[in-house]
T-cell receptor, first 116, second 113 residues
Framework: AQSVTQLDSQVPVFEEAPVELRCNYS??????LFWYVQYPNQGLQLLLK??????LVKGINGFEAEFNKSQTSFHLRKPSVHISDTAEYFC??????????????FGQGTILTVHP | DTGVSQNPRHKITKRGQNVTFRCDPI?????LYWYRQTLGQGPEFLTY????????KSRLLSDRFSAERPKGSFSTLEIQRTEQGDSAMYLC???????????FGPGTRLTVT
């Protein structure tokens, strides 16, 4: 089974400052990793994913994340945030391959609040 | 591409009543997933379909829950004899065969009074 821990439940930050949202995972098998964003009263939108290849992945809206296998982490970063980035962010994993591929296990979420 | 749609968006029901939610996936997405999200938590997997076949169900899905996808297109999730603990956001997602990212609908928020 897989599990995901998002280390911060809330992250307040000022506009144009950098931000890092932390995610650690646990799994006995190879996994794929995802970050989703959820705006109020909306569904989840994929920000970026790591399946294979370069451990630094870039996503939409200027976000990027780095897969670190030795530390089992997949932290999300943005060098300069905007007010519009205020939302809840979820880290998720799925087993790589097998019959249950695609089933996502999510972390508890991190609420990012960007202040003017 | 109209995205994943879910109906209704909100449902208030009294304890003990039955409720049914509908999910329409993106056209030609053969995988469909149901998740439940309670306040302050991330979504939890409930079940998924490949075409009309239900391939996996979570232990979270008690006997009061049933899901169908009769023609491999839309899906329904029914909860019988609702309990207050069923209050949550029910999310549906779909994906094409062999693609790992899922596309989520806006969810159905259930409140059991």
């Amino acid at each position: 089974a897989q599990s995901v821990t998002q280390l911060d439940s809330q992250v307040p930050v000022f506009e144009e400052a950098p931000v890092e949202l932390r995610c650690n995972y646990s799994s006995s098998v190879s996994v794929y990793l995802f970050w989703y964003v959820q705006y109020p009263n909306q569904g989840l939108q994929l920000l970026l994913k790591y399946l294979s290849g370069s451990t630094l992945v870039k996503g939409i809206n200027g976000f990027e994340a780095e897969f670190n296998k030795s530390q089992t982490s997949f932290h999300l970063r943005k060098p300069s945030v905007h007010i519009s980035d205020t939302a809840e962010y979820f880290c998720a994993v799925s087993k790589a391959g097998g019959t249950s591929y695609g089933k996502l296990t999510f972390g508890q979420g991190t609420i990012l609040t960007v202040h003017p | 591409d109209t995205g994943v749609s879910q109906n209704p968006r909100h449902k208030i029901t009294k304890r003990g009543q039955n409720v049914t939610f509908r999910c329409d996936p993106i056209s030609e997405h053969n995988r469909l997933y149901w998740y439940r999200q309670t306040l302050g938590q991330g979504p939890e997997f409930l079940t998924y379909f490949q075409n009309e076949a239900q391939l996996e169900k979570s232990r979270l899905l008690s006997d009061r829950f049933s899901a169908e996808r009769p023609k491999g297109s839309f899906s329904t999730l029914e909860i019988q004899r609702t309990e207050q603990g069923d209050s949550a956001m029910y999310l549906c997602a779909s994906s094409p065969q062999g693609v790992y990212e899922q596309y989520f609908g806006p969810g159905t928020r259930l409140t059991v009074t």
